[in-house]
C-alpha cells in the first residue's frame, strides 16, 4: 500500500510559479514511476509530468513543456512539481499517482493521492 499527499498549490496571478509537493508512504517508492496529472472544472483529468525511478527518464505534456520541470528526491520519498509561467488555463486540482511504468496512461497508475488546488487568476 502507498499513500501519497500533494501539498503546494494556491492561487497566483499569471505569470508566476508555484511548486507542488507530493510525499509517499512506503520503503518502495524508490522503484516507482511518480506522474503528476490534473483536472480543470469540467473535463477529464490528464497528463501532466512523470518521472522514473531514479529520474533517469521524465515525460510532459505538450501544454506544460519548458514551463514545468518534474523532479524527486527518494532520499525524501517527494517528487516536485516546478511550474513557471502559470496560465490560466493551468487551473485544476493537481494529483499525483504511482506506476510502475513511465506512462502517460492514467490507468497504469495504481495508488493517487487526494490533490491539491492550483488556481491561476489575476
Known amino acids: 500500500q502507498v499513500q501519497l499527499v500533494e501539498s503546494g498549490g494556491a492561487l497566483v496571478q499569471p505569470g508566476g510559479s508555484l511548486r507542488l509537493s507530493c510525499v509517499t508512504s512506503?520503503?518502495?517508492?524508490?522503484?516507482?514511476?511518480v506522474g503528476w496529472f490534473r483536472q480543470a472544472p469540467g473535463k477529464e483529468r490528464e497528463f501532466v509530468a512523470a518521472i522514473s525511478r531514479i529520474a533517469t527518464y521524465t515525460r510532459y505534456a505538450d501544454s506544460v513543456k519548458e514551463r514545468f520541470t518534474i523532479s524527486r528526491d527518494n532520499a525524501k520519498n517527494t517528487v516536485y512539481l516546478q511550474m513557471a509561467r502559470l496560465k490560466p488555463e493551468d487551473t485544476a486540482r493537481y494529483y499525483c499517482?504511482?506506476?510502475?511504468?513511465?506512462?502517460?496512461?492514467?490507468?497504469?497508475?495504481?495508488?493517487w493521492g487526494q490533490g491539491t488546488q492550483v488556481t491561476v487568476s489575476s
Open positions: 512506503g520503503s518502495t517508492f524508490s522503484h516507482l514511476t
Open positions: 499517482a504511482v506506476s510502475t511504468t513511465l506512462s502517460e496512461a492514467e490507468i497504469l497508475y495504481s495508488y
